[in-house]
């Protein structure tokens, strides 16, 4: 059903064009590990399994020579999340519009595109999230969303933009139904734009208001954040009007947004009883799904390991206890 891969250290051959890990139709854990110039690190696709997950935790992609990819993730069921990971000195990642970023520090992106949520079916529920990371030094943009439409949701909350062309660039045909809250964000020193629509399909001269606040657009000069925004106000075929009268004054870099995330990427809680117990445990989940368990004594060894599928499992440990 998936591999997991702990305190593992991938090297990849530069351009060589082979792909680090490839996935099809298969869930993906890797935690504590380490990627060093990697083609493309993690490479996904086709996902036809609304249960196909990828998890990165805790983990570093670098490349000594700038170039390579983190991660090229396309599929419209596929879901991508990394939490406390960083990336240094690499190209740009293709991430799913099922995304969730966090608490990452992605930094010097040598080639043109920076991070790019791609939904291609746009009847498929995406849902992007990307809170308390650290963006700095990118070639071209930080942020760059195709096709994202009715049944997309996009938060951007709490991060720290900084040395880019544009911070975040929305593309394609968004209509009124397309949902992102861009709140909390520190949007420092861009070379064009913080903020940039482009390729909008409604009539020209018709637009839809949005709201931007509570942000730090590096000034608290009105004119000077208006100067940073491409909207409706430069061109009357983007169909978007910022509102970002509500404005931060000083940088703000205490991240207080809830990291759980969206829905299908929360950690399930589970009890174990008896709790101390000799003999026979049982584990209940919120829900069955596929799961596996390690059980370690005090000193660190591996007593026990399988697999649980149930939403209630027993679990015998008296063989352990002789």
Same mark, same amino acid.
């Given at each position: 059903?998936?591999?997991?891969?702990?305190?593992?250290?991938?090297?990849?051959?530069?351009?060589?064009?082979?792909?680090?890990?490839?996935?099809?139709?298969?869930?993906?854990?890797?935690?504590?590990?380490?990627?060093?110039?990697?083609?493309?690190?993690?490479?996904?696709?086709?996902?036809?399994?609304?249960?196909?997950?990828?998890?990165? &935790?805790?983990?570093?992609?670098?490349?000594?020579?700038?170039?390579?990819?983190?991660?090229?993730?396309?599929?419209?069921?596929?879901?991508?999340?990394?939490?406390?990971?960083?990336?240094?000195?690499?190209?740009?990642?293709?991430?799913?519009?099922?995304?969730?970023?966090?608490?990452?520090?992605?930094?010097? !992106? &040598?080639?043109?595109?920076?991070?790019?949520?791609?939904?291609?079916?746009?009847?498929?529920?995406?849902?992007?999230?990307?809170?308390?990371?650290?963006?700095?030094?990118?070639?071209?943009?930080?942020?760059?969303?195709?096709?994202?439409?009715?049944?997309?949701?996009?938060?951007?909350?709490?991060?720290?933009?900084?040395?880019?062309?544009?911070?975040?660039?929305?593309?394609?045909?968004?209509?009124?139904?397309?949902?992102?809250?861009?709140?909390?964000?520190?949007?420092?020193?861009?070379?064009?734009?913080?903020?940039?629509?482009?390729?909008?399909?409604?009539?020209?001269?018709?637009?839809?208001?949005?709201?931007?606040?509570?942000?730090?657009?590096?000034?608290?000069?009105?004119?000077?954040?208006?100067?940073?925004?491409?909207?409706?106000?430069?061109?009357?075929?983007? *169909?978007?009007?910022?509102?970002?009268?509500?404005?931060?004054?000083?940088?703000?870099?205490?991240?207080?947004?809830?990291?759980?995330?969206? &829905?299908?990427?929360?950690?399930?809680?589970?009890?174990?009883?008896?709790?101390?117990?000799?003999?026979?445990?049982?584990?209940?989940?919120?829900? *069955?799904?596929?799961?596996?368990?390690? !059980?370690?004594?005090?000193?660190?060894?591996?007593?026990?390991?399988?697999?649980?599928?149930?939403?209630?499992?027993?679990?015998?440990?008296?063989?352990?206890?002789?």
């Amino acid at each position: 059903s998936g591999s997991q891969f702990n305190y593992t250290w991938f090297k990849g051959d530069g351009l060589g064009g082979v792909n680090t890990i490839k996935l099809n139709d298969v869930s993906l854990f890797v935690t504590n590990s380490r990627f060093t110039n990697c083609y493309y690190a993690i490479y996904a696709y086709g996902s036809s399994y609304d249960t196909t997950k990828i998890k990165v &935790t805790k983990t570093r992609f670098e490349s000594d020579n700038g170039y390579g990819s983190p991660t090229s993730v396309s599929g419209n069921l596929l879901f991508l999340e990394m939490d406390e990971c960083s990336v240094y000195n690499m190209c740009g990642m293709y991430v799913p519009a099922n995304f969730k970023l966090t608490r990452s520090d992605i930094n010097k !992106l &040598t080639c043109n595109g920076g991070i790019r949520v791609m939904n291609g079916n746009r009847t498929a529920k995406g849902n992007t999230h990307i809170a308390c990371n650290s963006f700095g030094n990118f070639k071209t943009n930080v942020l760059e969303a195709f096709y994202l439409d009715t049944n997309t949701t996009v938060n951007i909350l709490n991060n720290t933009f900084d040395s880019a062309d544009v911070f975040i660039n929305f593309y394609a045909s968004i209509n009124n139904n397309y949902k992102y809250h861009v709140s909390g964000n520190n949007f420092l020193t861009a070379r064009l734009y913080d903020v940039k629509f482009t390729g909008s399909s409604q009539t020209a001269g018709q637009f839809v208001r949005h709201n931007m606040n509570n942000n730090y657009w590096g000034s608290t000069d009105s004119a000077t954040i208006a100067a940073g925004i491409y909207d409706f106000n430069d061109d009357i075929t983007a *169909a978007y009007k910022v509102d970002f009268s509500n404005y931060l004054s000083s940088a703000d870099t205490n991240c207080s947004v809830n990291t759980t995330g969206l &829905t299908f990427q929360q950690h399930q809680s589970f009890s174990v009883f008896p709790n101390p117990g000799k003999g026979q445990l049982t584990l209940n989940f919120n829900e *069955a799904d596929s799961r596996l368990f390690f !059980l370690y004594d005090l000193q660190g060894r591996q007593l026990l390991q399988g697999a649980i599928t149930e939403a209630q499992f027993k679990l015998d440990v008296s063989q352990c206890l002789s």
